[in-house]
Structures are given as structure tokens and as C-alpha cells.
Antibody
């Protein structure tokens, strides 16, 4: 059974940085695109970023482009999201998600990690 | 890019059939056979219910079905059960090569 475990969330000041990690198990990580999706408190889902199997392709939502960087380490079965220049509006639960079938079959989700941006 | 349009809430009684709509444009819903639907219970991660407009993943009840007509996709739940009470989100691929979610619909089972 697939498992995705996010870590790295917490409280950060506006303008600060945070790096989220996601440990994958139960499937061949290197065979799949991965993505990050977030959900602000009491709000809907927002897709943030894709990364291809071998990291050659990445794509970002306009809201995070040039501030967030997605990466992966297939040897460690891990996905990352480097978040810079954080704003209050970035406060959300961040989900690590497996893309079972490109482009939007998000077939397995982690439990999420909460990022709070506040002074 | 604005979210796809979903009704804020729908409701139905046990055993009934309900439909949740997801309206976009020819640049997203209408332009691709890439619509997926997600169920989210309070405090839980979303769960994939439908992909590629009509396909149901293994393990999802056949009471859930998807369809699309022009720029509007729909999720139909038949034989409504108490456990179906949740938030539902649609998602479509777009001409910007990015996925786009709907605003979400709260389903209440009366």
C-alpha cells in the first residue's frame, strides 16, 4: 500500500523560508510524476506544482512561481518543496500527492503538513 | 486563473440520487478528457473518486459516476448514504498545462 508522509511544516515569519519533505513508500517512486497541493484553512484545494519522474519537467501555479521550488531524490524516495518569500496567504495544509496518471489523476495523498505564516 | 464553478452545497436524502456540477470553459473542462473528482471528509486528505471524466478507481463504489457535456462535468452519486456526506472537488487540466480545481461542494445527507 502506498504511503506518503510529509514533514517540515510549522510557523514561519512573513518573508521567511521553509522546506517541506515527503517520504514515499509502497510504490516505485521513480515511476511517477509527483505534485504538491495545498488547502488554506476552511478553503478549497489549490494545485501548486508538478515534477516529472526524472525531474526534467517541472511546472508551477502562477501563485507560487518564482517563490517555490519542487525537487525530488529518487534514490531516497523523497519529494521536496522549497518555499521562499512566504506570505500570510501561503498559510495552508500542504499535501504531497502521487500522480497515478498524467495530468490530474491524483490517486494517493499524504496526510498533509500545516504551514503557518505569521508574525 | 479562476477556480472551476461548483455549487457551494447540495443535499439529498438517503437512497436518492444527486448530481454535482463543475463548470469551466473550452480552455479546461470543455477542451480535455481530463476531469477528476475528489471526496474529502472533515480533517482528512482528499480521496480520488473519478478520473478521466468517467473512470472509477478500484475500490470506489459504483454508486459514483462521472460525465461531461460541453464545458460542464458532473459527478452523480446514486443510492445516497450517510457516509457520502463530505466535500467534493472537481479538477480539470487546462490549456495552461496546469490542473485547476473547482471551489468545492458540501454534500449534506439529510
Amino acid at each position: 500500500q502506498a504511503q506518503l508522509v510529509e514533514s517540515g511544516g510549522g510557523l514561519v515569519r512573513p518573508g521567511g523560508s521553509l522546506r517541506l519533505s515527503c517520504a514515499a513508500s509502497g510504490f516505485t517512486f521513480s515511476d511517477y510524476y509527483m505534485t504538491w497541493i495545498r488547502q488554506a484553512p476552511g478553503k478549497g484545494l489549490e494545485w501548486l506544482s508538478y515534477i516529472s519522474h526524472g525531474s526534467s519537467y517541472t511546472k508551477y501555479a502562477d501563485s507560487v512561481k518564482d517563490r517555490f521550488t519542487i525537487s525530488r531524490d529518487n534514490a531516497k524516495n523523497s519529494l521536496y518543496l522549497q518555499m521562499d518569500s512566504l506570505r500570510a496567504g501561503d498559510t495552508a495544509v500542504y499535501y504531497c500527492v502521487k500522480v497515478g496518471q498524467w495530468p490530474n489523476t491524483f490517486d494517493f495523498w499524504g496526510q498533509g503538513t500545516l504551514v503557518t505564516v505569521s508574525s | 486563473q479562476s477556480a472551476l464553478t461548483q455549487p457551494a452545497s447540495v443535499s439529498g436524502s438517503p437512497g436518492e440520487t444527486i448530481t454535482i456540477s463543475c463548470t469551466g470553459t473550452s480552455s479546461d473542462v470543455g477542451g480535455y478528457q481530463y476531469v477528476s473528482w475528489y471526496q474529502q471528509h472533515p480533517g482528512k486528505a482528499p480521496k480520488l473518486m473519478i478520473y478521466d471524466v468517467t473512470n472509477r478507481p478500484s475500490g470506489v463504489s459504483n454508486r459514483f459516476s462521472g460525465s461531461k457535456s460541453d464545458n460542464t462535468a458532473s459527478l452523480t452519486i446514486s443510492g445516497l448514504q450517510a457516509e457520502d456526506e463530505a466535500d467534493y472537488y472537481c479538477n480539470s487540466y487546462t490549456s495552461s498545462s496546469t490542473p485547476l480545481f473547482g471551489g468545492g461542494t458540501k454534500l449534506t445527507v439529510l
